[in-house]
Nanobody, 128 residues
């Protein structure tokens, strides 16, 4: 069982930057794909970003939802066994609970059902 713990969510103003962090087991960070989903109250969870565990030839190494591409960056801090989501130019539409996820595979996916492990979520609110 992989346990994931998110942190960093808080209230920010439009245009601000914010970093979310997710900690977990070393095995997960070394062997499993990791990612972030988010959920707005009353809506389904949606893919935000993901990073593969291993650089597979021809495979996508990282992926972003169109809505965050160019503003969000996902990266692994292998030394600290953490996953970081760096968010810039935040918009009120980015307001959601952000979930750290992992899957029993080194390859990434945008499909919610492909992800096996979920954190409890950390809330991000963008408002003036």
């Amino acid at each position: 069982q992989v346990q994931l713990l998110e942190s960093g969510g808080r209230l920010v103003q439009p245009g601000d930057s914010l970093s979310l962090s997710c900690t977990g087991s070393e095995h997960a960070f070394s062997h499993f794909a990791m990612g972030w989903f988010r959920q707005v109250r009353g809506k389904e969870r949606e893919f935000v970003a993901a990073v593969a565990a291993v650089r597979w030839a021809g495979d996508i190494i990282s992926d972003y939802a169109d809505s965050v591409k160019g503003r969000f960056t996902i990266r692994k801090d292998t030394a600290k066994t953490s996953l970081v989501l760096e968010m810039e130019k935040l918009d009120p539409e980015d307001t959601a609970v952000y979930y750290c996820v992992s899957k029993n595979s080194p390859r990434i996916s945008r499909m919610l059902e492909d992800w096996n492990y979920w954190g409890q979520g950390t809330p991000v609110s963008v408002s003036s």
